[in-house]
């Protein structure tokens, strides 16, 4: 037993190596936050009236709201008039192509390893590159413009394609669904936009890669993706912050509007700052991501692997709201040391002959918290709805906690919802077994958790399948009991 | 009238005629006034909508009667049952009118905790009244019960029916009870509870028991929930158990107007192992809400719950399920299902089966569904000559046999099965 907390302690020590920082200079708004600092977001990205008016009545209403107390995690009262909400790279002018773009931020993105240059095509994946509130480049524009997609920053979004934005903006997530989505709506800096026509299916996966540099900020980013009747487009989110003592806020919104016959398929790797040992510092992830499927056939699909963050809070949801539209969601979610996770899902069955999937695989090792909470509701007219749920937890050490809440409310007799979930750990005859062959205990570890999160890093592209194995190995190192 | 006005009152109307004599019942009360009655923003209460339903059921400018008059027994007893029994009607213990075994102490709660020291002592210390305003409310006007200690090695003969009887012909009835069971050690014992209520004006009953096992202790326990819908139900059970101890729990409802049913299991000791069943056969307007806990406090024990519900009508049924196992308690092995099968699309099923667990030698597991009889079972007795109505009773009898077929007396059995086929019209 001692071997393994051994082994398992050498394991979970592994340090954040995405936590260095970047000298850029930047412009930053003041701490602070009333209806003048968004005045002054709106007017440094130039935008219209409406979308002023659109953020001062989300923050009127926030104003009225308070934070929610319900998750099962704690932190110490965040004052929100000690953040800076606008933070971004000092630009001499808005760069035309990359190599306007300062070679400080491009180098930043490069030691991540996102290659924004985009001779390097072999890597097929198009990036939009968020560096603290602003977008910094986005790559394969003009290729993707062929097909009539549009992929650009929201900020460009805005000045290109008002009519799109308009319509769709806080369709998914109204502006006061939540406190933390009405705060973002207020003040939210940037994000990615995404348009895929009717009947394009998107050659590349689109990315967008968002990074916190500056001290003392949170990041508001949204992300709006709008799939046309008949598309297809599979997205990827990544993410990394430096490594600092205090903790930083980061409250994005993601919204998803899928037609009919559409098909969206959204994949997060999430490995924000988790905070040092002690649990000092790092990053507060309240997201909200939502996805609506309102035309028939339409199918959307979370992916999330979640590595980092001091306190991860989001449940990436669906409402199928269309006939036979179909949603999934699947997920790792591994917490170590202090970290706390409380993170799973919403299925809203409102079509007939909808259908939803949920696989939730939580790992937690340290003193960590995990607590897997999702809602499968079916509604009155959801004729033959069917979920099937399942939410393992995999616990490693005796100081650690896994926690599952599942909601399951039913109102249509013709409904097949399916539950189950365990509670285990790695068990010291499988590593015996594992030894016996030759694998030392650090490599048998990480098959083990590899082999129970797999089903889910299939669910992955590619490229991040081998990137969230990596990081899962990274995060877990050390830990066995 | 305002909602807060009608809650001050309901409150006032729960809390008048309660005598407060110590400081215990002063605590509670202070509780339950802060807690205040629970709305839908309550976690606890979010699908269980009981403040409503008093509401409605509660004539807030009329007072409670007590007293009334005690119906025929062919009306309330288990028939085919050999058993012992206690009566209470209208929330007093009838001594009178009780049978019980001479081996055990037994005698009305209201006697017991003024005489006797230890009852003192471990009143309230078992179920945590603080974060729940029911609980509250019992602890602090409870007026009597049944107070049973089976002294160690006694093994009873026969069950121990518990008979709640309320009169409500003269007007409405408030009852809170309370009893307090200890089983001794390697003592063996079968306690049954069941209401009956005569007369159509509401009944709010508020039952709350405390039941201790100690070290090797064996417990059967069936609750028996089939009443008239006059009847406003809240029960709260919380079992106790030492090292050794063996629980076999069992709460059947099959009628009744409102019905929340808290059953919670302390584990704290090892190698108890706990059985916790629940069937609930639900039609017409029925709301009934099961809660159970399971806390596992110490090492090396087991537990296995199962729930089933059959939901016909515009029944509501609602299930939560929570599942602790503590820092200490490794090599827990704990398991929880619960099943459903929806008949109307008027009926709602809300369920939450949850685990919190912080120590990681464990094996836990829980699981849930909700859906209707399997089509190509149906097909299958069909093909074989079996008309639809006759093939889908089958089929909901085996359903709720698997449940019927845990309860281990068989005369109790045999009347509950008697009540189950009748309800899903089996003639076969």
Redesign the interface.
């Known amino acids: 037993m001692s071997k393994d907390n051994q082994i398992l302690e050498e394991f979970t020590s592994r340090e954040y190596e995405h936590g260095w920082t970047s000298d850029i200079e930047m412009e930053s708004a003041p701490k602070g936050l009333n209806e003048d600092i968004i005045r002054f977001i709106s007017a440094k990205k130039n935008e219209p009236d409406w979308l002023l008016e659109w953020r001062l009545k989300a923050y009127r209403q926030w104003t009225k709201m308070v934070e929610p107390k319900?998750p099962n995690v704690t932190y110490p009262e965040i004052n929100y008039q000690d953040i800076i909400y606008y933070a971004a790279p000092k630009q001499k002018a808005t760069p035309k192509s990359l190599e306007d773009v300062d070679p400080e931020l491009l180098k930043t993105f490069e030691r991540l390893g996102i290659s924004l240059t985009e001779q390097k095509r072999l890597t097929g994946v198009a990036v939009d590159a968020v560096l603290d509130s602003v977008s910094v480049a986005t790559t394969f524009k003009e290729k993707l413009a062929e097909l009539g997609i549009i992929f650009c920053s929201f900020s460009e979004a805005v000045r290109e394609h008002p009519e799109l934005v308009k319509k769709y903006l806080g369709s998914v997530v109204p502006m006061n669904d939540n406190y933390f989505a009405a705060l973002n709506s207020a003040v939210f800096s940037d994000g990615s936009f995404c348009y895929i026509p009717k009947g394009v299916r998107c050659p590349m996966e689109l990315s967008t890669y968002f990074r916190i540099n500056a001290a003392n900020t949170g990041q508001f980013e949204r992300t709006l993706i709008v799939a046309d009747e008949g598309s297809y487009v599979s997205y990827l989110e990544g993410c990394t912050a430096p490594q600092r003592d205090e903790n930083q806020l980061h409250a994005a919104v993601v919204e998803i509007y899928a037609m009919k016959d559409a098909h969206v398929k959204y994949s997060t790797v999430q490995n924000w700052y988790p905070g040092d040992k002690e649990g000092k510092g790092g990053i507060y992830n309240f997201v909200t991501k939502r996805a609506l499927c309102a035309g028939e056939n339409s199918k959307v699909s979370w992916t999330q692997v979640e590595t980092g963050s001091a306190i991860t809070w989001k449940y990436p949801s669906c409402i199928l709201k269309g006939d036979n539209s179909s949603g999934e969601f699947y997920s790792v979610a591994v917490t170590n040391n202090y970290q706390q996770a409380d993170t799973g899902t919403k299925m809203i069955h409102i079509g007939r002959n909808t259908k939803s999937r949920i696989v939730s695989k939580g790992i937690s090792a340290g003193h960590s918290q995990n607590s897997y909470r999702g809602q499968v509701h079916v509604l009155?007219r959801a004729e033959n709805a069917r979920n099937f749920s399942q939410c393992d937890?995999l616990?490693?050490?005796?100081?650690?906690?896994?926690?599952?809440?599942?909601?399951?409310?039913?109102?249509?007799?013709?409904?097949?919802?399916?539950?189950?979930?365990?509670?285990?750990?790695i068990g010291e005859d499988q590593i015996f077994y594992c030894l016996q062959r030759g694998i030392d205990e650090e490599s048998a570890v990480a098959l083990i958790v590899n082999g129970y999160a797999k089903e889910v890093l299939n669910q992955l592209p590619m490229e991040f399948a081998v990137e969230a194995q990596k990081l899962l190995a990274l995060t877990l190192e050390g830990s066995v009991? | 009238m305002t909602n807060a006005s009608v809650h001050s009152e309901l409150l006032d109307l729960l809390t008048e005629a309660v005598l407060v004599q110590n400081e215990l019942r002063t605590e509670a009360m202070q509780v339950f006034r802060k807690l205040g009655l629970p709305g839908n923003k309550n976690e606890e209460y979010k699908h269980t909508p009981i403040t409503r339903a008093l509401e409605k059921g509660l004539q807030l400018r009329a007072s409670f009667v007590t007293g009334g008059a005690l119906p025929n027994e062919d009306q309330w007893k288990i028939s085919g049952l050999n058993a012992y029994h206690a009566v209470l009607l209208n929330g007093s213990l009838l001594p009178e009118k009780s049978f019980l075994p001479s081996q055990v102490t037994a005698m009305p709660m209201s006697k017991a905790s003024a005489n006797l020291q230890h009852v003192k002592d471990n009143m309230g210390t078992y179920a945590d009244f603080r974060n729940d305003a029911f609980a509250a409310w019992n602890t602090a006007a409870w007026s009597d019960g049944v107070y049973l200690e089976i002294p160690e090695a006694v093994k009873l003969d026969k069950p121990i029916v518990i008979y709640y009887l309320h009169d409500s012909q003269a007007g409405q009835v408030k009852s809170v009870t309370r009893n307090l069971v200890i089983s001794g050690r390697n003592s063996e014992a079968a306690i049954i509870e069941k209401w009956c209520t005569t007369g159509s004006n509401t009944v709010i009953s508020n039952t709350l028991s405390e039941i201790v096992l100690h070290e090797s202790a064996r417990l059967n326990h069936v609750v028996l929930q089939s009443d008239t819908d006059a009847h406003i139900q809240y029960l709260f059970n919380q079992f106790w158990q030492h090292s050794g101890s063996f629980l076999n729990s069992h709460v059947i409802t099959l009628d009744g107007g409102f019905i929340r049913n808290n059953t919670r299991v302390a584990l704290d000791g090892e190698n108890c192992e706990s059985h916790l069943y629940g069937l609930y056969l639900l039609h017409k307007n029925i709301i009934a809400d099961n809660h159970t806990v399971v806390d596992h406090r110490k090492p090396n024990s087991y537990s296995n719950e199962l729930y089933k519900g059959i939901l016909e009508d515009q029944a509501k049924g609602v299930f939560n399920g929570k599942i602790f196992v503590r820092p200490d308690a490794q090599k827990t092995n704990a398991f929880q299902s619960n099943r459903n099968i929806l008949l109307s699309d008027k009926a709602t099923i809300n369920t939450k089966p949850q685990l919190e667990i912080w120590a990681d030698d464990v094996k836990c597991s829980h699981g849930c569904t909700t859906g209707q009889l399997d089509e190509e079972a149906l097909f299958y007795l069909r093909s074989r000559g079996i008309n639809k109505d006759t093939a889908r009773a089958m089929m909901l009898y085996a359903f709720a046999s698997e449940l019927l077929d845990t309860v281990n007396d068989a005369e109790l059995k045999n009347y509950l099965d008697a009540l189950v086929s009748e309800r899903l019209h089996k003639n076969f």
């Open positions: 319900w009155k937890s616990l490693m050490g005796n100081t650690c906690g896994a926690h599952t809440f599942p909601y399951i409310d039913v109102e249509n007799n013709s409904a097949r919802v399916e539950h189950e979930a365990t509670t285990s750990k009991g």
